[in-house]
């Protein structure tokens, strides 16, 4: 255990996550994962608004092949900040496995950001969630979109449901593709039709650059596992409606979670009830984030 460890403030992952019954296809990608640490090697960031477990490549990997996964894209946690030596190195180490999506500031030079590329990454992260990070003015988020843009990246975002009113034209504004974290964390309880989520539907119908994660069951469920039936309509409306624009990932190791760890296994399980025909589970698994992240 690092001397990083010892100060963690949340749960570790799932010791020894059920093997899902369902088996994705061929190629399939988990498109939402991160590595932490280990702290001794890659500190987490003084400003970090908390400490994780620390969630090293090998495992990662690990976890990848026992669900049946081939791929993995590694997004970068607030814990780290924009120090993103242990995404990187993840990436690097590979062998052409996994791709990243950084975070950036407005000082990093265009060598900085051709060094990313080169490591495999391919967009970076605006996160809006207060509680877990001190939000980037949004003139300086434009100035970074602006700039990764040449690059062919794409912008990942982070918000949560309430915050989608005063969002929306930003969003909308982004040179970029677009991709939103976990829906916007639509309020499952909620009736499927309720504005606030009929709201992001609209982002996304007006919005063809405007695409999604239906992943964050363990977030976002009341009812909780294993079936997490409250949120499986949600996902299952967007990967319905926008089939050729939505990613899936396990989030594992799932940072931030203080009273509930989930099964990976169950939440690969959850897979066939989100995209309920093979030909939707291809696009949603393979076909989606090998366009996206795999193209160059």
């Known amino acids: 255990m690092s001397r ?31 590595v932490f640490g280990p702290g001794d090697e890659f500190p987490y960031a003084p400003e970090r608004k908390y400490t994780p477990c ?26 780290h900040g924009a120090d993103n030596r242990a ?3 993840a990436c690097r180490s590979s062998n052409g496995r996994a791709r990243g999506v950084a975070t950036v ?13 080169a490591a495999g990454v391919r967009g970076v992260r605006f996160n809006f969630v207060k509680r877990l990070v001190d939000v980037t003015p949004r003139e300086v988020l434009v100035e970074i979109a602006e700039r990764i843009q040449p690059l062919g990246w794409h912008i990942v975002i982070y918000f949560e449901a309430q915050d989608l009113p005063e969002l929306y034209d930003f969003v909308a504004s982004l ?31 007006h919005h ?24 499986v309509p949600f996902a299952r409306r967007i990967v319905e409606t926008f089939p050729d624009r939505v990613l899936w990932g ?8 203080k009273t509930h760890m989930p099964d990976d296994g169950q939440l690969v399980d959850l897979l066939p009830r989100i995209a309920p025909t093979q030909l939707l589970r291809k ?6 984030p090998m366009r996206l992240y795999w193209a160059k």
């Not at 405007?210 to 949120?231: C, H, N, Q």
């Not at 696009?283 to 989606?288: A, P, S």
Request: net charge negative.
């Open 4 to 34: 990083f460890e010892m100060d963690r403030d949340w749960l570790v992952y799932h010791p020894s996550p059920s093997k899902p019954k369902y088996m994705p296809p061929p190629g399939a990608i988990d498109a939402h994962c991160h």
């Open 54 to 79: 620390d969630a090293p490549k090998e495992k990662l990997w690990e976890l990848r092949d026992y669900l049946g996964f081939e791929r993995n894209v590694i997004v970068q946690a607030t814990c």
């Open 87 to 89: 995404m990187v190195d």
């Open 105 to 117: 500031t407005r000082d990093f030079t265009d060598e900085q950001l051709r060094e990313l590329d």
């Open 175 to 205: 040179p970029t593709i677009v991709v939103v974290d976990h829906m916007g964390r639509p309020e499952v309880t909620q009736p499927l039709n309720a504005p606030a989520f009929e709201l992001f539907v609209k982002l996304m119908t």
């Open 208 to 231: 063809e650059r405007i695409w999604s994660k239906v992943s964050g069951a363990e977030r976002l469920s009341r009812t909780g596992p294993p079936g997490y039936d409250d949120f």
């Open 250 to 257: 396990t989030d594992w190791p799932h940072p931030n979670l």
């Open 283 to 288: 696009k949603l698994l393979v076909d989606n």
